[in-house]
T-cell receptor, first 115, second 110 residues
Framework: GDSVTQMEGPVTLSEEAFLTINCTYT??????LFWYVQYPGEGLQLLLK?????DKGSNKGFEATYRKETTSFHLEKGSVQVSDSAVYFCALAAYSGAGSYQLTFGKGTKLSVIP | SQTIHQWPATLVQPVGSPLSLECTVEGTSNPNLYWYRQAAGRGLQLLFY??????ISSEVPQNLSASRPQDRQFILSSKKLLLSDSGFYLCALRTSYEQYFGPGTRLTVT
């Protein structure tokens, strides 16, 4: 079945540091890929997405590129802020054999940014 | 745009008691709706999804059930809660290629 593997956390960075959170996936067919962010005590918010190979999703200074050849969708940000502290989830979406649409999530990576 | 409401926001229930969590959506019709559970320190687990009124698919066999009595209402229930049912329950809806999540319900079973 489909699966998503993302780097184990927690990740602690100083403000203005460069961020990379690795994400690789296994899927049949051509999934869409997503990054979601969860702030403490809240639900998940869609951060960015990419629907086909070589697409780059971007939002709020975060970027991720859909790499079909390496089955990866790594999240990057050039300069993190304290307000970026949250849990980040990589996910893929695909249609199952029964025709239903399903999201498969990674286990999440907790990011803490210190001033 | 779509809005997802979840009620209650937090809940503390004793083992063996019943459960009813409600999710209602606005701004869309005939949405695909989902229930997820997030246990402490773990990722998201898909519990149920529904493509229409009265249509429920279960992903994980357990003591929980779901119902969809109206187009924009999705209910998660249990007759007898277990300690392992504690967690953060999230309702979600799908539009085209994206899923949007509600604010969640924090359930603690004591």
């Amino acid at each position: 079945g489909d699966s998503v593997t993302q780097m184990e956390g927690p990740v602690t960075l100083s403000e203005e540091a460069f961020l990379t959170i690795n994400c690789t996936y296994t899927a049949t067919g051509y999934p869409s890929l997503f990054w979601y962010v969860q702030y403490p005590g809240e639900g998940l918010q869609l951060l960015l997405k990419a629907t086909k190979a070589d697409d780059k999703g971007s939002n709020k200074g975060f970027e991720a590129t859909y790499r079909k050849e390496t089955t990866s969708f790594h999240l990057e940000k050039g300069s993190v802020q304290v307000s970026d502290s949250a849990v980040y989830f990589c996910a893929l979406a695909a249609y199952s054999g029964a025709g239903s649409y399903q999201l498969t999530f990674g286990k999440g990576t907790k990011l803490s940014v210190i001033p | 745009s779509q809005t997802i409401h979840q009620w209650p926001a937090t809940l503390v229930q004793p083992v063996g008691s019943p459960l009813s969590l409600e999710c209602t959506v606005e701004g869309t019709s005939n949405p695909n709706l989902y229930w997820y559970r997030q246990a402490a320190g773990r990722g998201l687990q898909l519990l149920f999804y529904s493509v229409g009124i009265g249509q429920i698919s279960s992903e994980v066999p357990q003591n929980l059930s779901a119902s969809r009595p109206q187009d924009r209402q999705f209910i998660l229930s249990s007759k007898k809660l277990l300690l392992s049912d504690s967690g953060f329950y999230l309702c979600a809806l799908r539009t085209s290629y994206e899923q949007y999540f509600g604010p969640g319900t924090r359930l603690t079973v004591t």
